[in-house]
């Protein structure tokens, strides 16, 4: 029998063959450039992608990454939302489609999506590289001004993934606007910086205000207990490096980590996470210390020790960016060595 391939390895090989013809050094150079604009503190009106050369090498050094980024966000957002599927997906700002490549490696349905972008030489290879996956080769991609001039159909699910920091406030807030109004979820990711951090903050806001309920990663819908300034909330997800990856990007390394910031938000009720594991977790002799953002609107350092039983184990377990208690433990699970919840702290 046939192992299934990922979509993670689709993608890897239907990128291995974008750089063929292109130098090394011609591929390095669009490299730092892209680097350099995307890095950048001043948004643009205009396509930072400009030609094929771009786009190829944009592809190989930021699909993988995008990739995994916005499924690390879409798995905690269906995590939430275990009955709900999307029948419709629109991909705003999506370049080379890795949203869609992610939305479809979360729930594995073909299903009509609409990727939208200002960058031709970016929707044509997007449209190449969807075509070796059988679930996308029917998506439709299209040329559209991402801003005042945005318009989007109605659809079960819109996703802005690395798009905000290209645009100015005005456009983040019409492109934010203009998703609450056609979707049912909303889905944004932006690099986990404390920039990106505050243009989700900014999104969340508007979604809320726009009577969506907030999904993942927060376990409610309030303010953000974080103060602006001292610290951000953002995420991590391990990319796998391939070869063609380390010799566009440099380095030797066979994965990176991706540090991203998230929303994901819903017009429909949602359960959130009791809490979420805002950092990576610390595993001590006999004890592990969980940084929690709460439904309380707090954030909280808990100890969770040998005593907590069942807990312990899962602590030991928990991944950054993790729901605490992990659905399949209630916390009542563990009460039978010590207090359920474990020994809690202000963080």
């Not at 009509?112 to 960058?119: C, R």
């Not at 010799?247 to 938000?265: N, P, R, T």
Request: with cysteine; glycine share 8%; net charge negative.
């Amino acid at each position: 029998m046939t192992t299934p391939v990922s979509p993670a390895e689709t993608l890897r090989v239907a990128l291995a063959g974008l750089l063929d013809g292109l130098p090394t050094k011609a591929a390095s150079q669009a490299v730092e450039r892209l680097i350099v604009n995307y890095r950048g503190t001043t948004p643009t009106d205009a396509p930072i992608l400009r030609d094929r050369a771009d786009v190829a090498a944009y592809a190989a050094y930021r699909m993988p990454a995008t990739f995994e980024a916005v499924r690390a966000a879409l798995d905690a957002f269906a995590d939430v939302v275990p009955e709900w599927t999307p029948g419709r997906h629109v991909d705003v700002g999506g370049g080379t489609g890795a949203a869609t490549w992610a939305v479809n490696a979360t729930w594995p349905e073909e299903r009509p999506v609409t990727v939208l972008d200002w960058a031709e030489p970016a929707l044509a290879l997007g449209r190449e590289l969807a075509s070796r996956n059988p679930l996308l080769k029917s998506a439709e991609w299209h040329r559209s001004r991402i801003g005042a001039a945005l318009t989007i159909e109605s659809t079960d699910l819109v996703t802005v993934s690395y798009v905000l920091g290209e645009l100015t406030e005005q456009a983040r807030t019409e492109v934010v606007d203009a998703a609450a109004t056609a979707a049912q979820a909303v889905v944004i990711i932006e690099p986990g910086t404390p920039d990106g951090y505050a243009r989700v903050i900014e999104a969340r806001d508007r979604l809320i205000e726009a009577g969506f309920h907030i999904a993942a990663p927060c376990p409610h819908s309030a303010a953000c207990p974080i103060v602006p300034g001292e610290d951000w909330c953002h995420f991590s997800a391990r990319v796998s490096r391939s070869s063609l990856h380390r010799q566009v990007k440099g380095g030797s390394l066979a994965y990176e980590d991706e540090k991203f910031s998230y929303v994901a938000a819903t017009r429909f009720p949602v359960a959130p996470a009791a809490s979420r594991v805002v950092r990576r977790p610390q595993i001590r002799k006999g004890q592990v210390l969980l940084d929690l953002c709460e439904t309380e609107e707090q954030l909280r350092r808990s100890t969770v020790t040998k005593r907590h039983g069942l807990l312990y184990k899962a602590a030991r377990d928990a991944d950054w960016g993790d729901a605490w208690p992990p659905p399949s433990l209630s916390p009542a699970q563990g009460e039978g060595e010590g207090p359920g919840q474990g020994q809690s702290s202000d963080a």
